[in-house]
Structure formats: C-alpha cells, structure tokens
C-alpha cells in the first residue's frame, strides 16, 4: 500500500509541476484559475531558486522506506526528470535559456488571458 501511495504522490508531484510550467493556457479559458496558478508558480518558482526541497519529496521517501522500497537522495527533481529533461551535456547557458522560455511561455499565456477577458468586458 505504502508502495502504491508513493508512486500515486509522484504522479501528482509531476502534474503539479507540470502545471506551474505551463498552467496559464488554463487561465486563458478559465482567468480564476490564476488565483491557483500564480501562487503555485511562485512556490514552484521559489523552491528551485533557492534550492529548496519541495515537502513532497521527503513524504514519498517515507511512504517507500516504509513500504520496504528504495529512497533516493536529493529531491524529486533531480531524480525523476534531470534526467528527461537536462541531457548529460546541456551548459549553464542552455539551462538559463530553458528557464526563460517557461517564463515567456507563461507570460504569452497570461497576455492572451487579460486581452481575452477584456474583450469580454461590457
């Protein structure tokens, strides 16, 4: 059970961070969301930029230890997606790059939202 929990609070953790990188196309059809976005782009933003651990990390770490399975060092991010998304030999220039795309990305997300809902405007 506690295997099963683990992998379900993974699958979380990736649609959560999944949804602080490119939740504003949501807030485009549905502008409350940015009420749940924004906030969890600045936790999101926050934990990285300051090398934080995300409490999700050590959670899924007792959930396996105590479900008799392996933990990992480090946190989630550096186990489960550098992997998939920083290939062995991308430079400190290409990582600035990626970030500053997942900030343009959102911030053409939130023009399209506030141009949208201003139309909308009576």
């Not at 949501?26 to 999101?44: D, E, K, N, Q």
């Not at 392996?70 to 990582?95: C, M, R, S, W």
Request: glycine residues 10%.
């Amino acid at each position: 059970m506690y295997q099963l929990l683990a992998d379900m609070l993974v699958v979380g953790h990736f649609l959560f961070i999944a949804f602080v990188a490119i939740g504003g196309v949501f807030v485009i059809y549905r502008p409350r969301l940015a009420w749940l976005h924004l906030p969890s782009a600045a936790w999101g933003a926050a934990v990285e930029l300051c090398g934080w651990f995300c409490p999700l990390t050590p959670l899924e770490n007792y959930l396996r230890l105590s479900g008799g399975g392996k933990v990992y060092d480090g946190d989630f991010i550096e186990h489960y997606l550098l992997p998939i998304i920083y290939p062995q030999n991308l430079t400190a220039t290409g990582q600035q790059i990626l970030g500053i795309l997942v900030v343009a990305v959102n911030l053409i997300f939130y023009t399209l939202a506030i141009r949208k809902h201003r139309m909308h405007k009576p």
